[in-house]
């Protein structure tokens, strides 16, 4: 009919102002990997690229009993990590919320002695036999043994001046915390002052960035020869550390705070901050779907990488893209009178209360389902429309126009994902060197560029992978040849075995 030719029409309008091409990535990629070089030599630039103190990557051999704590908003968990050293570990661990006012308390002392109480619970519990034994000697003043200490890697999600591998200053507070005297002080010193008037054997050998955790964790558990070159999450935001040469990090020798670290690898861990890329959009696509969510954001202007790429806004792109074309009485979505599923005929209705005109209103969730609901009808789609966003009896049409939109947005966000792996893989020079292993088709193990991925939307967004490869393939330096060495493999559980591995870098050293 008219009508549903309008809309496929409109639908596919729409859908091509996502579109971000070949010359798009190309350019993106040059512009990333001049914002990695200058954040590398200078403070204060669009990609933070914070040297991490970390300076080498597992390789699957290590081995130990090790703790990790992650404070990260809502929860604190705490785990001891054996590692079995055949890229194999077992994990313990334990989850206790966070009680409210602690989060806003008068004076940090109350908020860390009761993760170090936790701490204590945790060793009482699963290490009972070591706690016991070492608490005994410790109140008597005795010498515990190096041997008999735990190195514990504390996964902290606020932003820090890390200075040390296990020193960093609370820059401020996020996510709902509010605890005025912390600011400025070293988290791991105040973690460890609890820790110590407890008597507990834990030392606080590393301050742990998520990103980080993931990269350690997938180079870990990674059956490759050669380490992992790129930790990235696409989760409720995004962001990447990866592998870099020591001579690259300038700006670190420039850096009168800056503590000691071990040079002999020749490499250090550089966390990007990449939601932060291209903040004066030289290069990132911007439609007034972006434009509107950026402004009614509580950061205008910053962020705006991760605006375009992570969970926490995908849906809401989507949202604003559908809200747009109700808004034209032209458009006739979700105005079917007489709307057919199957042999039933109904109208379509828009239930008062719906999520669809609030902010936030669409997960991304949604976007998933979307892109999976590939059967004729799209039951599943229209089902979701129903059940979860109070639309009711869509027409197929409808669903189509939803499905193509959602896919665009969705298509859109991995093309951008593939910017930042792509600058990253080129600039590492692994691409450079070919052994001789490899041939035909076949990519040699030693070959193979590994990057661990994590969070919801790269683990359950179908077809995010094959998209970012896609783009990895029309960027001129990786091609074909490139892309087929690049091998992406999901790392579970940074802040649990990343933070431990960290924490058995960080030993060696200290
Ligand atoms: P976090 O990054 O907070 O540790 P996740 O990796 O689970 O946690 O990411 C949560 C984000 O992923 C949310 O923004 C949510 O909307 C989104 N999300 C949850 N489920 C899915 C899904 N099935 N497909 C795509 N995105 C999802």
């Known amino acids: 009919t008219t009508r549903s030719m309008a809309l496929a029409e409109q639908a596919k309008r729409v859908a091509a102002e996502f579109e971000f091409g070949q010359e798009h990535v190309r350019k993106a990629v040059k512009e990333f990997i001049r914002e990695m070089d200058e954040g590398l030599q200078t403070e204060g630039t669009e990609l933070s690229q914070i040297p991490t103190y970390v300076t080498a990557v597992p390789n699957g051999t290590e081995k130990g009993l090790y703790m990790a704590v992650d404070l990260g908003g809502t929860n604190f968990r705490v785990c001891s990590i054996q590692l079995h050293g055949n890229t194999t570990f077992s994990l313990t661990q334990s989850k206790i919320a966070i009680p409210r006012e602690l989060m ?48 514990l890697g504390f996964t902290f999600s606020f932003p820090v001046h890390q200075i040390g591998i296990n020193k960093g200053l609370l ?62 999450i696409f989760g409720t935001g995004t962001n990447g550390a990866y592998v870099e040469k020591l001579d690259k990090v300038t700006k670190l020798t420039k850096n009168k705070d800056a503590g000691e670290y071990d040079k002999s690898t020749g490499e250090m861990i550089v966390n990007t901050e990449w939601g932060s890329f291209d903040n004066s959009l030289r290069t990132l696509p911007n439609t007034p779907y972006d434009i509107e969510l950026d402004e009614k954001s509580v950061n205008p202007g910053i962020q705006m990488f991760e605006k375009r ?78 059940k979860d966003y109070g639309i009711s009896a869509v027409s197929a049409e409808d669903a189509e126009a939803v499905r193509e939109i959602a896919a665009a947005v969705g298509r859109r966000a991995a093309r951008l994902a593939a910017v930042a792996l792509a600058a990253i893989v080129i600039t590492s020079g692994r691409l450079d060197t070919l052994s001789g292993a490899s041939s035909g088709g076949e990519v040699a193990e030693e070959d193979i560029i590994d990057i661990g991925v994590d969070g919801s939307l790269v683990e359950f967004y179908p077809g995010f992978e094959d998209h970012v490869r896609q783009a990895l393939r029309e960027v001129e330096e990786i091609g074909e040849k490139g892309e087929k060495r690049v091998r992406i493999g999901i790392a579970k559980d940074g802040s649990g075995v990343g933070a431990a591995l960290i924490a058995l870098v960080a030993g060696r050293v200290l």
């Not at 060793?123 to 200490?149: A, C, P």
């Not at 400025?184 to 030392?203: F, S």
């Not at 990269?215 to 020869?225: I, V």
């Not at 604003?320 to 057919?340: C, H, M, Q, R, T």
């Open 309 to 386: 790429v992570s969970g926490m806004f995908l849906g809401e792109i989507l949202r604003l893209a559908l809200v747009g074309l109700l808004k034209d009485p032209n458009v006739p979505l979700f105005k079917d009178e007489n709307s057919s599923d199957n042999d039933v005929h109904s109208t379509t209705q828009i239930h008062e209360g719906t999520p669809l005109f609030k902010q936030w209103g669409i997960d991304t969730s949604f976007l998933s389902i979307c892109a999976g609901d590939t059967s004729a009808g799209h039951r599943m789609l229209r089902q979701t429309l129903d």
């Open 104 to 151: 806003v308390a008068k004076t940090s002392k109350e908020l860390f002695s009761f993760l170090a109480k936790q701490i204590e619970t945790f060793l009482k519990t699963h290490h009972e036999d070591h706690y016991f034994s070492t608490i005994k000697r410790r109140k008597t003043g005795d010498k515990v043994k190096e041997e008999e200490i735990f190195n």
């Open 171 to 232: 820059m401020r507070w996020t996510k709902g915390f509010d605890i005025a005297d912390a600011v400025g002080k070293d988290v791991c010193a105040l973690l460890q002052a609890e820790i110590d008037e407890l008597h507990l054997p834990v030392r606080v050998a590393a301050l742990v960035n998520d990103t980080v955790g993931t990269l350690m964790a997938r180079s870990y558990t990674s059956p490759g020869k050669t380490g992992t070159l790129l930790g990235a």
